[in-house]
């Protein structure tokens, strides 16, 4: 029987995955852009009050080029990503407990974005996605690349724009891939696409547009279950649409305001309720149903605020937003009743991340933050400065460990543990 060096990968890949989830907390995963649920939940121990040294721990730092890309984390690894010289699109595989590199691959793909979006960078945006043995990463020039997550061999390539002949985006591949069964999702090639994660090969395209500027989204898809019905949720320049997962049928769609198509965040859902919150236009609630076999979309409520950039968490039915303002924002996803403002101003984004009533939420300045769901008011419980550059990167809290990618690095950082040793956490 003969045996293949990528069956070979592959197995080592499990055992490490076993081995990972031993060291670690079982289950211990962040597989994708907002979580293992994609909404910004996390499981493991509960996170304390406090973020003090006593209570969070630095345990490594590995120095890299920039990138808004959120790390990755499976088994005994974490993947990110950078852009290296303005030139070429790094992907590299740590150690997640010890920082070590285990590989690292890169390709020239680098793009130059629009001056007016100069001040976010170059370098590249979207998060990638794993199933298990394969990474998924979009870089910028409007190219998906899968990676054996084994060993880092490229298992294949998409080129929308050279496949497609669409113009590359603007604003470069910002949406964050999708992993689904035996297909991947993504907002490529001036369209929704599903593509067969085994060869790349495209089954269908939808919601099809001129690409180039107004046609490169920022959202990223999702599942989810409305009027009873498991569909693609998405979220383009324009409008919001649920999606026929098998073909691409569109089953509903709906026109959604914003100042130069700036529908940045990505909706959320509670219940059958669609939350979305754009830049230049309001915070709305879309009720979808099911009338005579059709579906029927309607804005249940709207707020006169304005979301930007940062996608809220929901906790028992409330939506917790940070603002164009740069305040929070309590807000019932059912109803549109707003609970409550802060009174304090942040930065420019915040990547929340929520354990029960428990959130952390993590500033573009390098700051992280502690607070509890509470629908009376905000109360801050903590913060503490973890970045001394800017940190665009979504939060990545796996298991007892939480991973922060600032734009000049990649740290983690675990939980004090009253039963583990201090010795066991390296770093300061």
């Known amino acids: 029987m003969k045996i293949h060096l990528r069956q070979i990968a592959s197995l080592l890949l499990a055992l490490s995955v076993f081995h990972g989830a031993a060291a670690t907390d079982a289950g211990a995963a962040w597989p994708q852009w907002r979580g293992p649920g994609r909404d910004g939940q996390s499981a493991g121990p509960a996170w304390p009050d406090k973020l003090d040294a006593d209570h969070l721990q630095r345990m490594w730092r590995a120095e890299l080029g920039p990138s808004y890309s959120g790390p990755i984390v499976s088994g005994d690894r974490v993947f990110t990503t950078e852009t290296k010289d303005k030139k070429s699109e790094v992907v590299t595989a740590f150690d997640r407990l010890t920082g070590r590199q285990i590989w690292r691959v890169q390709w020239e793909g680098a793009m130059s974005v629009p001056f007016f979006a100069k001040s976010n960078g170059d370098w590249i945006r979207s998060t990638p996605a794993l199933d298990g043995e394969r990474l998924y990463v979009a870089g910028m020039r409007d ?14 390539r998409k080129d929308f724009a050279k496949e497609l002949g669409t113009p590359l985006p603007d604003f470069g591949f910002v949406c964050s891939p999708l992993v689904d069964g035996e297909a991947v999702y993504v907002q490529a090639g001036g369209s929704i696409a599903k593509l067969d994660k085994r060869d790349g090969k495209i089954l269908w395209r939808s919601l099809q547009d001129k690409g180039g500027m107004m046609g490169s989204a920022f959202a990223s898809p999702m599942m989810a279950e409305l009027a009873g019905h498991r569909q693609l949720v998405v979220q383009t320049r324009e409008k919001l649409a649920g999606l026929e997962p098998a073909d691409g049928k569109v089953l509903w769609e709906q026109p959604v305001e914003a100042f130069r198509g700036m529908n940045i965040l990505t909706p959320v859902v509670h219940a059958d309720t669609l939350f979305t919150s754009t830049y230049g236009g309001k915070t709305l609630g879309f009720k979808v149903a099911r009338s005579d076999g059709r579906f029927v979309v309607a804005e249940a409520w709207r707020n ?18 940070h603002l164009k303002s740069q305040r929070i924002m309590a807000i019932e996803v059912g109803t549109g009743r ?24 993590l500033d573009q300045r390098g700051l992280l933050y502690r607070f509890d769901a509470d629908r009376q008011r905000f109360d801050l419980l903590d913060e503490r400065k973890v970045s001394d550059s800017e940190t665009w990167a979504h939060l990545a809290a796996a298991g007892d460990q939480l991973f922060i990618r600032g734009l000049d690095s990649l740290t983690a950082w675990r939980w004090a543990d009253a039963r583990r040793p201090a010795g066991t956490v390296q770093g300061k």
């Open 143 to 156: 190219v998906l690349v899968c990676l054996d997550a084994g060993d880092g061999s490229e298992v294949w």
């Open 304 to 321: 006169k605020s304005q979301g930007y950039m940062s996608t809220p968490v929901v906790v028992d039915g409330v939506a917790y937003e």
């Open 338 to 361: 707003e609970l409550w403002t802060s009174d304090r101003s942040f930065g420019k984004y915040w990547s929340l991340v929520a354990q029960g009533r428990r959130v952390l939420a």
